[in-house]
Structure formats: structure tokens, C-alpha cells
């Protein structure tokens, strides 16, 4: 193709030219292909034109919504873990008397799978050290 027009412009010009099609399905099919085509060859300024591009199409209503309800998921599973995390810092502390700040900040760090070991293991823990072997168990 001889076009004066870079492959930025282009693709600008194909969701525009995309947007004018009155089939929801197809237009947002197509627009969906361009969108994960030109990711690959277009420069970041022109990725924030085709981003403007997109508003207020069906498909940037749908990624949108994706998005909204993985933040809400994380969101979720990062609260849950922090208050078992805390749950089980208050049932340590009430055992040992305070634990050192050490083991605080490595019980936030862990996953939630291995919050859920120590709190069911709760009676077994004998001394603050036996912690160790659950930051240590890969």
C-alpha cells in the first residue's frame, strides 16, 4: 500500500471507520481485532488516541466492566488474607505475650494458604520459634 499516512494514523482510522458499523457484534469484533493487533506496532502516543478512540464503543464498556470486577476480586482476596494475618497475630500475641516484629512482618508476607496452616495449627505451636517452619516450607 502506498499511503502517506503512518501505521498510527491508520489505525486510528480503522476504529473510527469501525465505529460507523451498526452491527454491535461485528463492530465490536472488529474493533476488538484492531485493538489487539496495533498493540503490537504502535507507538505509545498513538496507543493513548486509539484508547480515546475506543470510548464509549460496546468493547471499552466490556473492558471496563473486566476490570472493575478483577480489582474487586483482588481487592477481596487482599483483605481476607490481611485479616487473617491479623487474626492470627492477636492469637499469637495472646499466647506468647507479644511477639517480635520480626515474625509480624513475615506473617503478612505469606500466602493466605500458609495463614490458614498456622491458624489450624494454632494449639500446636509451642514456642514463637516453630513459626519458622511455615515462612521456611516452600
Known amino acids: 500500500m502506498?499511503?502517506?499516512k503512518s501505521s498510527d494514523e491508520m489505525a486510528i482510522d480503522a476504529v473510527?471507520?469501525?465505529?460507523?458499523i451498526e452491527n454491535e457484534d461485528?463492530?465490536?469484533y472488529i474493533i476488538g481485532t484492531l485493538i489487539g493487533i496495533s498493540d503490537k506496532f504502535l507507538t505509545e502516543e498513538y496507543k493513548n488516541k486509539l484508547k480515546g478512540a475506543i470510548r464509549m464503543t460496546k468493547i471499552a464498556e466490556m473492558l471496563i466492566q473486566e476490570g472493575r470486577a478483577e480489582g474487586k476480586a483482588e481487592g477481596k482476596a487482599e483483605g481476607k488474607?490481611?485479616?487473617k494475618a491479623e487474626l492470627i497475630i492477636k492469637q499469637l500475641n495472646k499466647r506468647f505475650n507479644k511477639i517480635p516484629e520480626f515474625y509480624?512482618?513475615?506473617i503478612h508476607e505469606i500466602n493466605i494458604d500458609?495463614?490458614?496452616k498456622i491458624g489450624e495449627d494454632i494449639f500446636d505451636i509451642k514456642k514463637i520459634e516453630d513459626l519458622d517452619?511455615?515462612?521456611n516450607d516452600n
Not at 473510527?16 to 460507523?20: S, T
Open 133 to 135: 517452619k511455615y515462612f
Open 16 to 20: 473510527e471507520l469501525a465505529k460507523k
Open 26 to 28: 461485528e463492530k465490536t
Open 114 to 116: 500458609k495463614l490458614e
Open 81 to 83: 488474607a490481611e485479616g
Open 104 to 106: 509480624v512482618k513475615r
Open 2 to 4: 502506498g499511503s502517506k
